[in-house]
C-alpha cells in the first residue's frame, strides 16, 4: 500500500461512521469556543463587579478585548486555510482557551484580564473556524437539520455556564467559577479531540464572475443588517444578566442566562427547517424583530417574568439570525460572502460595549434600549432586502422563468 493510500484510510478510519458522531463532536468544540469559552464572562460580570470591583466602563472593556481577538482569530481563518484544516490547530486552541480561563482568577489585574480574554477570543474563533469547517466537510449531503444541531453546542455551553454560576455564587467566589468553566471546557475539548478537520481540496477552484447589480444591492442590505445585528446582538449578550441582576435579583439573573442556552439548543435546527416553508429574508425580518423587544423587555418592566421572556426570546433567535443571514449570503453566490458577513458581524461585536460604555453609569436599561433600537434597524434593512427579493420574484414571474427565479427560490 503506497503513503498515499495509507493518508486516505487513515483519514476513512478517523471520520466518525455515524453522522451523529460528528455533530456531538462539533457541538462539543462549539460548546467550549462560544457557549463557554466566551459567553461565560456574561453571567459571570456582575459577581466580578461585586466580588473583585471591576466597574462597568471597565467590563465594557474587557468584553471588547475579547471580540477584537475574535475578529483576529477570525481574520486568520481567511488568511491561512492551511492552518483552519489542522487538527493541532483545534486542539491547540482548545488548550490554550481553556487555561485563559482558569488563569483568570490568578491576578486581580484588569490589564492581564484583558490579554486573557483577547487570547480566548483569538482561540474560540479559530475552534469556531475548524470545527464548522469540519462539520461542512463530514456532513455534507445529510440532512440540514444535523448542521442545526451541531449549532446547539453553542446554546448548550451558555447553558452550562449559566449553571455554574447559578450553584456557584451562593458557595464559592468569582474566581471559582472561572475554574468551574476551565474544567467545563476541558471535558468538552475531550470530547471534541478527535474531531477531523476539513481535508484541502483537490485542485483549488477560482471563481470570477461579476455580480450583477441587483444582488450587489441585495448583498448590501444583507451586510448592512448582519452588521447592525452584531452591534446590538452583543450589548445584550453582555450586559443582560448584569441589568436582570439590577432590576429582578442575582438568581433572575443567573436562571435567565440558562434560560438563553437553553432557548439557543433546538433554535438553529427550528429555523431550518422553517426556512424549508418560508423565505429566509421573511423569517430573518420576523427574528430581528423578536429579538428587539426581547432585549428591550427588561428596560420596561421589571420583575422576573420580563426577564425570563427577555432571555427565551433572545435565545431562541440569535443563532437563527446567523444561520439565515450566513445562508442567504451563500445563496446569493456573492465572493467571499460568508467572510465579508463574518468580518462585518465581527467588528459590530468590537463597537457595540464601545458604543454603550458611556451610558453604564445609571445601569444597564439604556444600553439594552439602544441595543434594541439598533437591532430593529438591522429589521429595517433586512425589510428593504425581503421586500426587493419579493419584487423581484413577482417580476421575474410576470416574464419567464428568468435565472433570478431560481436564486430567489433558493434564497
Known amino acids: 500500500m503506497n503513503a498515499s493510500g495509507s493518508a486516505e484510510d487513515l483519514v476513512a478510519f478517523r471520520t466518525p461512521t455515524s453522522p451523529w458522531v460528528t455533530v456531538g463532536q462539533v457541538g462539543a468544540a462549539l460548546a467550549a469556543s462560544m457557549g463557554i469559552g466566551r459567553f461565560v464572562y456574561t453571567p459571570v460580570l456582575p459577581l466580578m463587579e461585586a466580588q473583585a470591583g471591576l466597574t462597568p466602563s471597565a467590563g465594557a472593556g474587557l468584553a471588547t478585548a475579547n471580540y477584537l481577538g475574535y475578529l483576529i482569530g477570525a481574520l486568520a481563518g481567511i488568511a491561512l486555510p492551511g492552518l483552519m484544516r489542522s487538527a493541532a490547530t483545534l486542539r491547540v486552541s482548545l488548550l490554550v482557551l481553556t487555561l485563559t480561563l482558569a488563569l483568570m482568577p490568578v491576578a486581580s489585574n484588569e490589564t492581564f484580564w484583558g490579554v ?9 474563533a479559530m475552534v469556531f473556524v475548524v470545527a464548522v469547517s469540519a462539520m461542512h466537510f463530514t456532513l455534507s449531503g445529510q440532512a440540514a437539520h444535523l448542521s442545526g444541531w451541531a449549532f446547539g453546542g453553542i446554546g448548550a455551553g451558555i447553558a452550562l455556564s449559566g449553571l455554574v454560576v447559578l450553584v456557584l455564587r451562593s458557595m464559592g467566589t468569582w474566581g471559582s467559577v472561572w475554574w468551574a468553566a476551565a474544567l467545563l471546557t476541558l471535558i468538552c475539548t475531550l470530547a471534541a479531540w478527535t474531531l477531523t478537520p476539513e481535508r484541502a481540496p483537490m485542485a483549488p477552484t477560482v471563481e470570477r464572475r461579476k455580480s450583477p447589480k441587483r444582488k450587489r444591492r441585495w448583498f448590501s442590505m444583507l451586510f448592512i443588517s448582519y452588521s447592525l445585528e452584531g452591534v446590538g446582538y452583543i450589548i445584550a449578550g453582555t450586559f443582560l444578566v448584569a441589568a436582570i441582576d439590577h432590576t429582578a435579583g442575582s438568581v433572575a439573573g443567573s436562571g435567565a442566562w440558562v434560560i438563553v ?124 432586502l425581503a421586500s426587493t427579493h419579493m419584487r423581484s420574484v413577482e417580476t421575474s414571474r410576470s416574464h419567464s422563468h428568468s435565472r433570478v427565479v431560481g436564486l430567489s427560490k433558493s434564497i
Open 116 to 124: 486573557l480574554r483577547f487570547i480566548a477570543g483569538v482561540t474560540s
Open 261 to 384: 442556552g437553553l432557548a439557543a439548543l433546538p433554535s438553529a435546527p427550528l429555523w431550518a427547517l422553517l426556512g424549508r416553508r418560508w423565505s429566509r429574508p421573511i423569517l430573518l425580518v420576523t427574528a430581528l424583530v423578536v429579538q428587539a423587544a426581547g432585549i428591550a423587555l427588561p428596560a420596561v418592566a421589571d420583575g422576573i417574568w420580563p426577564a425570563l421572556i427577555s432571555a427565551f426570546l433572545f435565545g431562541g433567535t440569535f443563532l437563527g439570525i446567523s444561520q439565515m443571514s450566513l445562508t442567504i449570503g451563500a445563496h446569493l453566490q456573492f465572493p467571499r460572502a460568508v467572510a465579508i458577513l463574518t468580518t462585518g458581524y465581527s467588528l459590530g461585536q468590537i463597537g457595540g460595549p464601545l458604543i454603550v460604555t458611556p451610558l453604564l453609569s445609571d445601569g444597564y436599561h439604556l444600553a439594552l434600549l439602544v441595543a434594541s433600537g439598533i437591532v430593529l434597524a438591522a429589521a429595517l434593512a433586512a425589510t428593504l
